[in-house]
Every structure is written in C-alpha cells, then in structure tokens.
C-alpha cells in the first residue's frame, strides 16, 4: 500500500491533505478534556490553526531556513505548531519535556531558535529559569495561562493566533505560496540526540529525508483513512514523528493524543485505536502481568493458559506457511475466545498491529503477542536515519530480528577486524535471502541525515569516503532479516579481553517476572555483575507467598530481605547454567529507584543512560566485585 497523499514536502503533504478532505468534516486530530471528554479537530480545524500561527510567526521574522522550537508535550498544538514553521520553510526543532532547564537552554543556543512554543506551566517555568541564556529567542509562544508578571518575550497562544489570522489573510503578503518554494533539500527539523554521553547533538533531517521515509514505510505497511492511531510516544523523537504523525496524515489516518503516559491504559479503552507505535518496555509490562496472573489463576488456568499459548504460536507459524489447518483454525478460534479475548479488550478491542521500535523487542515478547493474535512489526532505525531503515513484514514477522530493508534504502554489514563489506542489502530487492556474516550495520539512503548541525568533524567521522553512514550497531542478515548483535560502545571488554554484548543478556531477565529493569556491568572487570531493579507488584505479591509481612516494608528495605534476595540468586543461577564462562552473572545488586528519564537514568526513548548509571552506582558495583577479591576469586 501506498501514502494516500502524493508530496514531496512536508508542507506539500498537509497542504494537499487538506485539498482533499478539508470540506468533509473529517477528524484529523483528537484531545482529551477533562470535564468534556474527547474532542475532534477537523481537517478544516487543523488547517486554520495553522494558518494563523504562520501568519504570525512571519509577522515576528521568521523566514526560510528559520528555526523555531516546540517544547511541549503531545497534542495538537504540536502539530499546528510544526506544519506553522514548514509553511514558511523553517525548521523546527525539537525539545523532549523530560530536559532540565541547563539541556533546554543548550538546545536553544545551539539551534539559534528565533521562537519558541512552550505548552504547561512546569514547561513554562524552565524556560523563564533560562531565558537570559538564549539571545536568538526573540519570542515565546505560551499554550498555558500566561502569569501577570511574565517576561515581555511571552505572548499567549490564543492572542497568537488571532493576530496571526489577519496576516494570513492579508493579500499584500502572500503567506500561502511559501510552502510550494520549499525545496526537498531543505532543512525540515533538527533533532537533539537523546545524549546518553556528552551533549546533544542537533541531527540535520531535510524534507526528503522524512518523506521518502514515510513513503518507504507505507510501501510496506496496510495503513489508511479508515485507521485511529493513539499517540503516546515522544514527538520530538524521529520514530513518533515518522511514524505517528508524518505517516498517519499521508494515511489520511486520524490520530488521538494520549492524556499521559499513565493514562495509556484507559485511553486505549476509549479510543480503541487500529494502530499502536510503542516501545518494547509497554508490551514486556503487558506480557508480565499476563503471566502473573495465569499463574495465580490455580492449576486449572495455568494449563488452559499454557495450551493457548502453544496453539496460537503453533497457529501463527503454519499459518505463515500457509499449512494450518481446518482444526487448528478451529482450537486456536477457541483459545483467542477462552483466553486472549481479554488480552484485546485491555488494548482496546480494535488493534490491527502494533508497530515496535526505540529498542530490542525480545523474541520472546513478539512471539507470545503472535501467538496471542497481536501481531507487533519491529523495525530498527536512528534519529540520523529519519528513522526507518528495516521492519518485519506484517505477514512474516520473524522475531528477533528487526526485518528487511525498506525501499530505497540500502544496508552493508562491515566486519569489525579487517573493516571488509562482507553483505550489501538493498531494499528495492525486496524479498532476498541474503545471508552474511557479522559486522557493523551501515546504510545509504535518502532517509540518512545531511550533516550533525554545526560539528563538520563528528559528521565527517560517521560517514566513510564511499558515502557510507556508519550506524555504531552491529548485526548481520540471516535469510535476508536483519539480526541486531548490539551498539559497539556499549560493547563490554573484560578484564580477561573478552568482547561481550550486554543487551542480548539483558534480554534474558526482562520478561521474568521479577525483573523490572536490568543493566549488565562489567568494563575492564574480571567478570559480569549486574544492576537490577526489581519488578515490586510482583515480588510483593510473591512475598505474601513466603509468608513476609511485604506491607511491613518499604521498597528499600523489602530488597534487603533474605528471602527477597534468594528470588534473584535462583534467577541467575538458573541463567548462568547455561551461559559461557565470561557471560556468567557472579553477582547483583538490587537498586530500590526505577530507571527512569526524570532521574536522568534513561534516555527520553527509554534507554539504559549506562555511563550515568555506572557512576551513580559506583560505589555499589565497587562493592560487589570488592567482595570477590576478599574472598581470592
């Protein structure tokens, strides 16, 4: 299937989207009041709004080539503010709410944003802690309550837009041909990496870049006008605006916006959308409560539990193959009826597929989602590659693997010793059985970034003289899916010269149950240990069992309890029998605090920030490899 709109521009994608549907009444864009519930914006709606809020960004200066920055959560607004700055050709850049104000005002400089749009108060703020470091910002568009005593740079959104309304309507100057001399060359946004070391840097993305992405992606996956797509993830990160926003409107697809993370769960419930982008972490939480409660469910259910499992995986697979049979339609009817039927209900009863990316989606996860008649698609991509470079076929999923390679997209694996391609992979061949051995993942495109904006050295240092982006990840194509190893700086040497990939072991721990979040250790150590916080509804409810008085405790002290800690040990215990010798867990150390971006701990996009982690716990990790060396290990 195809994008339902014909473009090359971002601003040429909502201009003719708009052409199409503006006087049809259609939803576009859905919000959550608290009082009144959801709210539809028409297409005519959305196209209005950001009219008005060009036509008073060209009235503060902004010009081709012009950034202005958004720093908001999702909603509506975001949009109107994105397609605002690409109607005058400007670039916008993107800020993750989760940035403290020194990240925020980094950013800014950076940039040289001459607007900002900023949406709540605690957004607000950060930006009035910073405003004095940012000498390009001449304005600052506030979606909230504007305070009496606010800075003269602040104007509220509303006042914006009415006073940008009339500018746009003005004849003299001529707003509305704008967005057709918008090149596909040109800058479309700067997106901030999520730093997991050192500063962010500003990825350079054009036009064509996000547009031929977005093309690329619905060659290959069934999405249309008639689909509802709730968005929960990041928009300033590349894969929600690729895929959730850019993608849904070239569909012509409607889009609702989650009311928070938190409020996921329910809003799926109301708006029961067709399509869902998430990361991993949301479906292993899904798959741990599921088995959590089979398991509590008595003899009886685990068994009947157990036998849908095994059905639906038996199912999907000669499904595929086109082999299944009258009677295994039949049992595994049955065992969607008997046991998954709630498993949709929770994901609102409507989902056609689930898309994942940001991160690994262990093998395990996809293949029970599978079986449970959820189809997740993993794709793999970077900020610098718009983001999509491969993704599973909707109707050959291989998990654990990341899938083929998009079209126009072409992929080279590089062997880390002697730096030979031993493997290139172009996605117009699409399907091919190429097989390779294992290397560095590199990729041309027009999907891949211009430059990082304003460091010439560190771009030069990405691409190699044959104009080959060098991804830092390392895979290899097995029947021409995709298999990713690891990123090589997160490659842990040991002290014994041992090259080891900590995710794949990582992998192990996240869907047993009393696992939350889990990060290897092991640089320049003699052996591996590892840092893990504990899933603490589970192990609570696993304490009752052993008689602990779990209520007794805080989550600090329940992880000091024998009992508590025994859990853990059987866990790697059980995992180290069968690993290699320098894959072995020697020990672990059970961290009371989540993971989490607000502690600067994870990356927007919910990666493990390993560096911070380490130092933060250091004094830990110096602890347990101290006490094998009192003991002579």
Same mark, same amino acid.
């Given at each position: 299937?195809?994008a339902?709109?014909?473009?090359?521009?971002?601003? @040429?994608?909502?201009?003719?989207?708009?052409?199409t549907y503006?006087? @049809?009444?259609?939803t576009l864009l859905?919000?959550?009041?608290?009082?009144?519930?959801?709210?539809?914006?028409?297409?005519?709606?959305?196209?209005?709004?950001v009219h008005?809020?060009?036509?008073?960004?060209?009235?503060?200066g902004?010009?081709?080539?012009?950034r202005?920055?958004?720093?908001? %959560?999702?909603?509506?607004?975001?949009v109107?503010?994105?397609?605002?700055?690409?109607?005058?050709?400007?670039?916008? $850049?993107?800020?993750y709410?989760?940035?403290?104000?020194?990240?925020i005002?980094?950013?800014?400089r950076?940039?040289?944003?001459?607007?900002?749009?900023?949406?709540?108060?605690?957004?607000?703020?950060? #930006?009035?802690?910073?405003?004095?470091?940012?000498?390009?910002?001449?304005? &600052?568009?506030?979606?909230?309550?504007?305070?009496?005593?606010?800075?003269?740079?602040y104007?509220?959104?509303?006042?914006?837009? %009415?006073?940008g309304?009339a &500018?746009?309507?003005?004849?003299?100057?001529?707003?509305?041909?704008?967005?057709?001399?918008?090149?596909?060359?040109? $800058?479309?946004?700067?997106?901030?990496?999520?730093?997991?070391?050192?500063?962010?840097?500003? !990825?350079?993305?054009s036009?064509?870049?996000?547009?031929?992405?977005?093309?690329? /992606?619905?060659e290959?996956?069934?999405?249309?006008?008639?689909?509802?797509?709730?968005?929960?993830l990041?928009?300033?990160?590349?894969? %929600?605006?690729?895929?959730?926003?850019?993608?849904m409107?070239?569909?012509?697809?409607?889009?609702?916006?989650?009311?928070s993370v938190?409020?996921?769960?329910?809003?799926l419930?109301? $708006?029961?959308?067709?399509?869902?982008?998430?990361?991993?972490?949301?479906?292993?939480?899904?798959?741990?409560?599921?088995i959590?409660? /089979?398991?509590?469910?008595?003899?009886?259910?685990?068994?009947?539990?157990?036998?849908?499992?095994?059905?639906?995986?038996r199912?999907?697979r000669? /499904?595929?193959?086109?082999?299944?049979?009258?009677?295994?339609?039949?049992?595994?009817?049955?065992? @969607?009826?008997?046991?998954?039927?709630?498993?949709?209900?929770?994901?609102?009863g409507?989902?056609?597929f689930?898309?994942?990316?940001?991160?690994?989606?262990?093998?395990?996860i996809?293949?029970f989602?599978?079986a449970?008649?959820?189809t997740?698609?993993?794709?793999?991509?970077?900020?610098?590659?718009?983001?999509?470079?491969?993704?599973?076929?909707?109707?050959?999923?291989?998990?654990?693997?990341?899938?083929?390679?998009?079209p126009? !997209?072409? #992929?080279?694996i590089?062997?880390?010793?002697?730096n +030979?391609i031993?493997?290139?992979?172009?996605?117009?061949?699409?399907?091919?059985?190429?097989?390779?051995?294992?290397?560095?993942?590199?990729?041309q495109?027009?999907?891949?970034?211009?430059?990082?904006?304003?460091?010439?050295?560190?771009?030069?240092?990405?691409?190699?003289?044959?104009?080959?982006f060098?991804?830092?990840?390392?895979?290899?194509?097995?029947?021409?899916?995709?298999?990713?190893?690891?990123?090589?700086?997160?490659?842990? #040497?040991?002290?014994?010269?041992?090259?080891i990939?900590?995710?794949?072991?990582?992998?192990?721990?996240?869907? @047993?149950?009393?696992?939350?979040?889990?990060?290897?250790?092991?640089?320049?150590?003699?052996?591996?240990?590892?840092?893990? &916080?504990?899933d603490?509804?589970?192990?609570?409810?696993?304490?009752r069992?052993?008689?602990?008085?779990e209520?007794?405790?805080?989550?600090?002290e329940?992880?000091?309890?024998?009992d508590?800690?025994?859990m853990?040990?059987?866990?790697?215990?059980a995992?180290?029998?069968?690993?290699?010798?320098h +894959?072995?867990?020697r020990?672990?150390?059970?961290?009371a605090?989540?993971?989490?971006?607000?502690?600067?701990?994870?990356?927007p996009?919910?990666?493990?920030?390993?560096?911070?982690?380490?130092?933060?716990?250091?004094?830990?990790?110096?602890?347990?490899?101290?006490?094998?060396?009192?003991r002579?290990?």
């Amino acid at each position: 299937m195809s994008a339902h709109i014909e473009f090359d521009t971002v601003p @040429q994608l909502f201009r003719r989207l708009c052409e199409t549907y503006r006087d @049809q009444d259609r939803t576009l864009l859905r919000y959550k009041e608290r009082e009144d519930g959801w709210q539809d914006l028409s297409v005519g709606d959305v196209e209005r709004r950001v009219h008005a809020l060009a036509g008073y960004l060209h009235d503060q200066g902004v010009r081709a080539g012009d950034r202005v920055a958004i720093l908001s %959560e999702n909603r509506p607004e975001w949009v109107v503010a994105d397609q605002a700055a690409q109607a005058l050709g400007g670039a916008n $850049v993107t800020i993750y709410t989760s940035l403290p104000p020194a990240k925020i005002a980094y950013i800014l400089r950076d940039s040289q944003a001459k607007v900002l749009v900023v949406s709540v108060p605690v957004q607000r703020k950060k #930006v009035e802690e910073i405003l004095d470091e940012c000498p390009h910002l001449k304005r &600052v568009i506030v979606m909230s309550e504007v305070p009496e005593e606010a800075p003269e740079a602040y104007v509220p959104w509303e006042k914006a837009l %009415e006073a940008g309304a009339a &500018v746009w309507a003005d004849p003299r100057d001529r707003l509305a041909g704008i967005a057709e001399e918008v090149e596909p060359h040109d $800058v479309s946004s700067l997106i901030y990496t999520s730093g997991t070391t050192g500063e962010p840097k500003g !990825v350079v993305l054009s036009h064509r870049n996000f547009c031929s992405n977005v093309k690329a /992606a619905l060659e290959r996956f069934p999405i249309g006008p008639s689909d509802h797509h709730l968005s929960f993830l990041p928009l300033a990160h590349a894969f %929600e605006r690729t895929c959730g926003y850019l993608a849904m409107l070239a569909s012509a697809a409607t889009i609702s916006y989650a009311e928070s993370v938190e409020a996921v769960s329910q809003n799926l419930l109301e $708006v029961q959308p067709t399509v869902m982008i998430s990361v991993p972490r949301m479906f292993e939480k899904v798959y741990s409560r599921v088995i959590q409660q /089979a398991s509590e469910g008595g003899a009886v259910k685990q068994k009947v539990f157990d036998w849908a499992v095994r059905t639906g995986k038996r199912h999907a697979r000669e /499904a595929q193959n086109g082999s299944a049979g009258p009677i295994l339609k039949a049992q595994n009817a049955l065992a @969607q009826r008997l046991v998954f039927s709630t498993l949709h209900e929770k994901l609102g009863g409507n989902l056609r597929f689930a898309v994942s990316g940001g991160a690994a989606l262990p093998e395990k996860i996809g293949t029970f989602f599978q079986a449970a008649g959820v189809t997740i698609v993993e794709g793999y991509g970077l900020t610098e590659t718009a983001p999509i470079m491969t993704a599973n076929p909707l109707d050959a999923p291989r998990y654990g693997t990341v899938g083929h390679v998009l079209p126009g !997209v072409t #992929v080279a694996i590089q062997r880390l010793d002697d730096n +030979e391609i031993v493997g290139t992979v172009s996605g117009n061949d699409y399907p091919t059985r190429v097989t390779t051995g294992e290397g560095e993942i590199l990729v041309q495109g027009p999907n891949v970034m211009g430059e990082y904006w304003k460091r010439p050295e560190e771009t030069r240092s990405v691409f190699d003289p044959d104009g080959w982006f060098h991804t830092g990840d390392v895979g290899r194509f097995e029947d021409g899916y995709l298999q990713i190893t690891d990123r090589i700086k997160h490659l842990i #040497v040991s002290r014994g010269g041992k090259n080891i990939y900590p995710g794949p072991i990582e992998d192990v721990f996240k869907t @047993q149950a009393w696992f939350d979040q889990v990060m290897v250790v092991g640089e320049d150590r003699p052996f591996l240990t590892a840092l893990v &916080v504990p899933d603490f509804e589970s192990v609570r409810m696993k304490a009752r069992d052993l008689d602990i008085k779990e209520s007794d405790y805080s989550d600090e002290e329940l992880i000091e309890v024998d009992d508590v800690q025994a859990m853990f040990d059987q866990a790697f215990t059980a995992y180290n029998r069968d690993a290699s010798a320098h +894959e072995k867990i020697r020990d672990f150390h059970l961290v009371a605090e989540p993971f989490s971006v607000e502690a600067g701990t994870l990356t927007p996009t919910m990666k493990l920030k390993r560096r911070v982690i380490t130092d933060r716990y250091e004094d830990e990790i110096d602890a347990m490899y101290a006490k094998f060396e009192r003991r002579g290990a």
